[in-house]
């Protein structure tokens, strides 16, 4: 069999895929760390309403990725590519990213609630029109086990540095014009153009024609071909004929409802084990980290004892990500995804453990346990996104149609629901303990039962939650031989 390496893929396709996590990063960290702060700290939004305003964005999220993900298959079917979802995305997100910051300054409380809840709804529309078909992508533009790896590990290279530059810049940006709500305004702007040109890179970068079906029908045709001539044999022919013309060879299912499109969804998670024990540790992960991401600038507030102590605790988490992602690559080469994400969890809950004393003992020695934290944060980004297409080629190869969009939504929806739902628990925990929240600059004094609350939702939580996810990894059981169709080598 033949077979690519990330070498072989065009350079724009390369640096385009990598620089869409500029978009990625920016959307899923600045609101998971800043806006529940925002909602509470800002526009006087009590703690208990405000976990629901950022939940509802993602509950939305549950029902329109999937049906984006199964019309994202159905337009690649049609046109050979996954462009004009990625070109609607980063066209519609900048300004409605914007809107969520800019709550008019006669808004205040329920009303503010309701005016984040209706430009965060829209705003995750419009990421998921470009999110979702960018997750499919990769199934595409690297055609094995090994290359997945290598092609993933420069977008989390950028996404790193998004990560930071958005989590430190932002509220960077927000300071330097005053902070409060014009201060967030212009950071929401701000930050919006730069998320929209990071998508606006991976659209330009993205290939023209699809590739995922092509290569899993190639691999079908040598290793499969009998039996899918009986089970497909008019699909078969026109395959070879879109074979022919460059069009993709495997078929695209084509729901034309969003019901449908959630059946879709729903079935892929039923026939698919390896999907649905990727998905629950991924999800639980996105819980984690969207739970530690939102408790941070409570921490810098109120246990480090300054608002911009966030800034350094967003680079010591992200930044080691930067440093070991090339030994982050050569370790799933080495021992495979699936382990390499093992060990990476067990380290990072190790990690966030070892920060719950920060409650009786504040200071600069939680940068340490964040760093190590940081370091099992780019093993945890990188394995479970290179094992997704790994499932999607698998899926295409066995069942003859392409679902790699329908997989990208539900998974999606899972983890921008898990990113959501991490400052949900946040600010449910802060509710039971006591917060008591603002609208002014001046910090309120806490009660010890809150600031007790803060630094469990910053240590222990995160690690509670990935440790669970160790449970569903157990049953992922996609391995290197089995991805590439090589029998001869797993036996």
Same mark, same amino acid.
């Given at each position: 069999?033949?077979?690519?390496? $990330?070498?072989?893929?065009?350079?724009?396709?390369?640096?385009?895929?990598?620089?869409? %996590?500029? +978009?990625?990063?920016?959307?899923?960290?600045?609101?998971?760390?800043?806006?529940?702060?925002?909602?509470?700290?800002?526009?006087?939004?009590?703690?208990?309403? #405000?976990?629901?305003?950022?939940? =509802?964005?993602?509950?939305?999220?549950?029902?329109?990725?999937?049906?984006?993900?199964?019309?994202?298959?159905?337009?690649?079917?049609?046109?050979? %590519?996954?462009?004009?979802?990625?070109? #609607? +995305?980063?066209?519609?997100?900048?300004?409605?990213?914007?809107?969520?910051?800019?709550?008019?300054?006669?808004?205040?409380?329920?009303?503010?609630?309701?005016?984040?809840?209706?430009?965060?709804?829209?705003?995750?529309?419009?990421?998921?029109?470009?999110?979702?078909?960018?997750?499919?992508?990769?199934?595409?533009?690297?055609?094995?086990?090994?290359?997945?790896?290598? *092609?993933?590990?420069?977008?989390?290279?950028?996404?790193?540095?998004?990560?930071?530059?958005?989590?430190?810049?932002?509220?960077?940006?927000?300071?330097?014009?005053?902070?409060?709500?014009?201060?967030?305004?212009?950071?929401?702007?701000?930050?919006? =153009?730069?998320?929209?040109?990071?998508?606006?890179?991976?659209?330009?970068?993205?290939?023209?024609?699809?590739? @995922?079906? !092509? &290569?899993?029908?190639?691999?079908?045709?040598?290793?499969?071909?009998?039996?899918?001539?009986?089970?497909?044999?008019?699909?078969?022919?026109?395959?070879?004929?879109?074979?022919?013309?460059?069009?993709?060879?495997?078929?695209?299912?084509?729901?034309?409802?969003?019901?449908?499109?959630?059946?879709?969804?729903?079935?892929?998670?039923?026939?698919?084990?390896?999907?649905?024990?990727? *998905?629950?540790?991924?999800?639980?992960?996105?819980?984690?980290?969207?739970?530690? *991401?939102?408790?941070?600038?409570?921490?810098?507030?109120? !246990?480090? /004892?300054?608002?911009?102590?966030?800034?350094?605790?967003?680079?010591?988490?992200? #930044?080691?990500?930067?440093?070991?992602?090339? *030994?982050?690559?050569?370790?799933?080469?080495?021992?495979?995804?699936?382990?390499?994400?093992? +060990? %990476?969890?067990?380290?990072?809950?190790?990690?966030?453990?070892?920060?719950?004393?920060?409650?009786?003992?504040?200071?600069?020695?939680?940068?340490?346990?964040?760093?190590?934290?940081?370091?099992?944060?780019? /093993?945890?980004?990188?394995?479970?996104?290179?094992?997704?297409?790994?499932?999607?080629?698998?899926?295409?190869?066995?069942?003859?149609?392409?679902?790699?969009?329908?997989?990208?939504?539900?998974?999606?929806?899972?983890?921008?629901? +898990?990113?959501?739902?991490?400052?949900?628990?946040?600010?449910?925990?802060?509710?039971? $303990?006591?917060? @008591? %929240?603002? !609208?002014?600059?001046?910090?309120?004094?806490?009660?010890?039962?809150?600031?007790?609350?803060?630094?469990?939702?910053? &240590?222990?939580?995160?690690?509670?939650?990935?440790?669970?996810?160790?449970?569903?990894?157990?049953?992922?059981?996609?391995?290197?031989?089995?991805?590439?169709?090589?029998?001869?080598?797993?036996?």
């Amino acid at each position: 069999m033949t077979r690519r390496d $990330t070498a072989a893929i065009p350079r724009r396709t390369v640096v385009g895929y990598a620089l869409g %996590s500029v +978009g990625t990063g920016g959307f899923g960290t600045l609101p998971g760390l800043v806006l529940a702060y925002y909602l509470t700290d800002t526009l006087g939004v009590a703690a208990g309403v #405000a976990s629901l305003v950022v939940t =509802v964005p993602k509950l939305w999220d549950v029902v329109i990725d999937p049906f984006i993900g199964a019309r994202s298959d159905a337009d690649a079917a049609r046109h050979g %590519s996954r462009r004009r979802f990625l070109l #609607a +995305g980063a066209l519609a997100l900048p300004l409605l990213f914007a809107a969520v910051f800019a709550a008019p300054p006669a808004v205040r409380g329920a009303a503010a609630a309701a005016w984040v809840v209706v430009t965060f709804v829209a705003a995750a529309t419009a990421f998921s029109l470009f999110q979702v078909p960018y997750i499919a992508l990769p199934a595409e533009i690297a055609p094995d086990y090994a290359s997945r790896t290598r *092609l993933l590990a420069p977008r989390i290279a950028v996404l790193a540095v998004a990560i930071l530059a958005f989590g430190a810049g932002g509220p960077l940006v927000r300071d330097a014009v005053g902070g409060g709500r014009a201060g967030y305004a212009v950071m929401g702007l701000v930050c919006g =153009v730069t998320i929209g040109l990071g998508m606006l890179a991976a659209w330009w970068g993205a290939p023209r024609r699809a590739e @995922v079906a !092509t &290569s899993a029908g190639r691999l079908s045709d040598e290793h499969h071909g009998a039996a899918h001539e009986n089970k497909h044999e008019n699909t078969h022919e026109n395959e070879h004929d879109d074979q022919r013309d460059g069009e993709p060879a495997v078929a695209a299912p084509r729901p034309a409802r969003r019901g449908d499109a959630l059946r879709a969804g729903v079935a892929a998670l039923r026939e698919l084990p390896a999907f649905r024990a990727l *998905l629950a540790t991924f999800v639980l992960q996105a819980l984690a980290t969207g739970a530690m *991401l939102a408790a941070a600038q409570y921490v810098a507030t109120y !246990t480090l /004892g300054s608002e911009g102590a966030v800034t350094v605790l967003f680079a010591a988490l992200v #930044a080691p990500a930067l440093l070991v992602m090339p *030994l982050a690559t050569r370790v799933a080469d080495r021992i495979g995804k699936c382990r390499a994400l093992v +060990g %990476s969890s067990v380290l990072f809950a190790l990690a966030a453990l070892a920060l719950v004393p920060a409650r009786e003992a504040p200071g600069a020695w939680v940068y340490a346990p964040v760093a190590l934290a940081g370091v099992a944060y780019a /093993g945890m980004q990188l394995y479970p996104l290179a094992m997704l297409p790994d499932v999607a080629v698998v899926d295409a190869r066995e069942r003859g149609v392409d679902r790699a969009g329908v997989l990208g939504g539900v998974w999606t929806a899972g983890e921008t629901a +898990g990113l959501a739902l991490g400052p949900t628990l946040v600010l449910a925990l802060l509710a039971v $303990t006591g917060f @008591v %929240s603002r !609208t002014g600059d001046e910090v309120v004094a806490q009660p010890g039962s809150a600031l007790t609350g803060v630094v469990v939702a910053f &240590s222990a939580l995160p690690a509670v939650l990935v440790g669970l996810s160790l449970i569903p990894l157990s049953r992922y059981r996609l391995t290197a031989e089995i991805v590439d169709d090589r029998p001869e080598v797993a036996a």
